[in-house]
């Protein structure tokens, strides 16, 4: 199993520019994560998907954060209009549902915007 | 809300020389607690999950335990290669999504 893997692993963009990040999940895994880490706030957890349906995005930080789930196979995380302070390693998790034996987490994609 | 402490932030000890972390927790009901390795420029790595006060789990040099409050990982004569972020994390009943402490760096100098 290649295990969860992410697209790009760098982003360098210009404020204001849309961001799309990109998530390929564990095949049989039916929960997916979207996490964000920074040295301040480290792991802060953004939306959650069970079987492909958002459960929980109250951790998306404003409008400008958007995430879909089209199939079980594939999962977007997009900003639109990027701006300095969403700089961070954005990560993406899946699990079997509930979690129980523990994530497996992606490489992350580092955003950088300027 | 739950919450999830480590101390210390930083650590860094000699080859061979063994310590403890920590981790502290307050939620309103546990189902797991996890501890996960992470390297620079990597993904968060498990290691143990711990479900019970009193539990013991073990994988070579490293010794996770658990109370009603906190979690602690021992680290018994660390090698360089252990350096790393530790970091922990809680599970609430009613299965939600994973919480995470900020971490441990811990260095391990030869």
């Known amino acids: 199993d290649a295990g969860v893997i992410q697209s790009p692993r760098h982003e360098v963009t210009e404020m204001g520019q849309e961001v799309t990040l990109r998530c390929k999940p564990i095949s049989g895994h039916n929960s997916l994560f979207w996490y964000r880490q920074t040295m301040m706030r480290g792991l802060e957890l953004l939306i959650y998907?069970?079987?492909?349906?958002?459960?929980?995005d109250s951790g998306m930080p404003e409008d400008r954060f958007s995430a879909k789930m089209p199939n079980a196979s594939f999962s977007t995380l997009k900003i639109q209009p990027s701006e300095p302070r969403d700089s961070a390693v954005y990560f993406c998790?899946?699990?079997?549902?509930?979690?129980?034996?523990?994530?497996?987490f992606g490489s992350g994609t580092r955003l950088t915007v300027v | 809300e739950d919450q999830v402490t480590q101390s210390p932030e930083a650590l860094r000890l000699q080859e061979g020389e063994s310590s403890s972390l920590n981790c502290s927790y307050t939620v309103s009901g546990l189902r797991g607690l996890f501890w996960y390795r992470q390297d620079p420029g990597k993904g968060p790595e498990f290691l143990f999950t711990?479900?019970?006060a009193g539990e013991e789990k073990e994988k070579e040099r490293l010794k996770a335990t658990l109370t009603k409050k906190e979690s602690f990982l021992h680290i018994t004569a660390p090698k360089p290669e252990d350096s790393a972020t530790y970091l922990c994390a809680v599970q609430t009943i009613g299965n939600t999504p994973l919480v995470f402490g900020k971490g441990t760096r811990l260095s391990v100098i030869a």
């Open positions: 998907f069970n079987n492909n349906v958002p459960i929980d």
């Open positions: 998790a899946s699990s079997p549902q509930g979690g129980l034996y523990g994530y497996t």
């Open positions: 711990l479900y019970s």
